[in-house]
Every structure is written in C-alpha cells, then in structure tokens.
C-alpha cells in the first residue's frame, strides 16, 4: 500500500489522492501544535497518521478500508480532563471525568478516524479527540477536528491505511 497524504487547508478545501472537496476546521482556526490546548476550538497544524476508524453499526454497514475498524458501542467515549491518567484516549462510559461522548445523536460520529495527534507521547492539555469525521451538512466549524461529507470520508476511506495521514495547514 503507498502511503497516501490528503491535505485539509484553513480556507475549507480538503484534497488528495484525485479528490478535493469542501472541509470543516476548527471554529479557533488552524494553530502550531505547539499553541494547540484543551478546549480552545483549533485544529492543530501538523501531519497527522490515521490510526483506526470507529463507525456506527446501527446506521451503518463496516467501511471499506486498509486501517483497523472498530464498531462502536453506546458506552464508548473519550477522556477529555488533562489531568487524568487516561487523557486522550478512548473510555467506557459511565466514567467519572469529563469525556466526550463517542455515540452521539447527530452523525459527526457516525464515521471517525482517529488521528495521532498528541498521542505519543500524550501531553496533558495538548489537545484530546482530534478526528477526522463527518461534517454538518451546513460545513459549519468543529470543536478542533477535519470534517468532511460521508461521501467522500467513504471515498477517501477506500485507499486509506496505517500509512495515510491528513495534513492540516493555514
């Protein structure tokens, strides 16, 4: 599998690989991970590894793909208290400090990949839960993530592997 870079701009066009289409960044705008911090609403710049995808089964059948799929389940989330040992990474609901939930009503969630921002090692308040998802239908920001259509999150899913990765720039 050739490793794959798709490239998402601040101005909202996300391309690579033959596709370019309409994104949604951050509402903060797009900051040097470095500068990037809990809650603060940016997209870290930087190249990004994809490293799995989490999807919901209920709405939909298993995605295409060369990374590792995992369904999810309602009890899944994601630690979000950068003083938790468990700091950006994935939680079993109940769970006592703040998270974010994974199984949501709208469908942002319902295709996630999460990316390898901040992850190796984790630093606390670097920023947690920093994905690739689906976009509003109204592109409007995310709370820091790259969202995109569920049609070309499939389209770009299809050639994606552990060796693709997602390039957010100004």
């Not at 033959?18 to 609403?41: H, S, W």
């Not at 009890?75 to 949501?104: I, M």
Request: proline share 7%.
């Amino acid at each position: 599998m050739t490793a794959l870079t798709f490239t998402a701009t601040a101005r909202g066009k996300f391309s690579g690989n033959g596709l370019t289409c309409q994104c949604a960044l951050g509402r903060g705008g797009v900051v040097g991970a470095a500068q990037k911090r809990e809650g603060d609403g940016t997209s870290p710049q930087g190249v990004w590894q994809m490293k799995r995808v989490f999807y919901r089964p209920d709405r939909m059948a298993r995605p295409d793909t060369n990374l590792p799929v995992v369904p999810l389940r309602e009890t899944d989330g994601w630690c979000d208290a950068p003083d938790h040992p468990l700091y950006n990474r994935p939680v079993t609901l109940p769970f006592q400090a703040s998270h974010e939930k994974l199984w949501r009503d709208d469908h942002v969630y319902d295709l996630i990949v999460e990316l390898d921002h901040n992850s190796d090692p984790v630093v606390p308040a670097r920023g947690s839960a920093v994905f690739f998802h689906l976009a509003h239908d109204d592109y409007r920001p995310t709370e820091g993530c790259v969202a995109i259509s569920r049609e070309h999150m499939l389209l770009v899913l299809i050639n994606s592997s552990d060796e693709t990765s997602i390039k957010i720039e100004f």
